[in-house]
């Protein structure tokens, strides 16, 4: 079992969110892209915990910047795509789609989704129906193509949406207000993302991030996840 702690970095003007996973049965504990190491180390000194390893998903600064502090005070081991082994800052161990990972006894699947960056990864707890999904896919919305091209953002996102739907899905920012207009236009599911936007302003102003969501309620209310064909996706940008 997988406990799992939501840190949000850089609150107020990139509104990163990092996470620290905790293995319940070993202890044994990662951050998820550490953004900036403040919030981190002051919810690490609440738990009573040294992280033993950082996980990124992809080299973006705002993903990275924890890095080499974190190493540096905790010790932490630093795992990312093995491709992309020298874009990593602190890289220690490399992690190979298709392949797994364990943080303790759970066990993460690393999926490749190279679109946002190249060797973009999402880490995916199966038997914990917890995904880690940076900068692909965020609430309502997806992260941009700094170095993919459309048709590999919507074979990404075919991915995503073959996993189940009682998946939650962690997302590396949350940016759900700002995508609100663009669903509103695009969804046809009017009932559900009334519901979705609802409850996410509910969450914000209660001052917590909306995720994690099902990824059952995100296929509904998504407009990058509506597509079927590469074509109409392609119609989104
Ligand atoms: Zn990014």
Redesign the pocket.
């Known amino acids: 079992m997988l406990d799992i702690c939501t840190v949000p970095c850089r609150v107020g003007y990139m509104d990163n969110l990092s996470y620290i996973l905790v293995d319940r049965d070993t202890g044994i504990s990662a951050v998820v892209d550490p953004s900036e190491t403040a919030p981190i180390i002051a919810k690490c000194a609440e738990m009573n915990l040294k992280p033993d390893y950082i996980f990124n998903t992809?080299h973006?600064f705002?993903?990275t910047d924890g890095n080499l502090e974190l190493k540096k005070l905790y010790g932490s081991r630093i795992i990312a795509c093995q491709a992309d082994a020298e874009r990593i800052p602190g890289f220690d161990l490399g992690v190979v789609p298709g392949k797994t990972f364990s943080l303790g006894n759970s066990v993460a699947d690393i999926i490749d989704v190279s679109a946002?960056?190249q060797n973009h990864i999402l880490w995916y707890f199966k038997a914990d129906k917890a995904l880690f999904t940076?900068?692909t896919l965020f609430n309502l919305c997806i992260?941009g193509l700094?170095e993919g091209s459309v048709e590999q953002m919507f074979d990404a996102l075919s991915k995503i949406k073959a996993l189940p739907d009682d998946v939650l899905f962690y997302p590396?920012h949350e940016y759900t207000l700002q995508a609100v207009p663009m669903a509103e236009h695009f969804v046809r599911d009017d009932a559900a993302l009334k519901q979705y936007v609802q409850n996410a302003r509910a969450q914000i102003a209660r001052g917590f991030p909306v995720s994690p969501v099902p990824l059952g309620l995100e296929k509904k209310c998504n407009p990058y996840l509506l597509p079927d064909s590469p074509e109409q996706f392609a119609r989104l940008f």
Do not use: L, Y
């Open positions: 992809h973006h705002d993903h946002h960056t940076g900068d992260g700094f590396g």
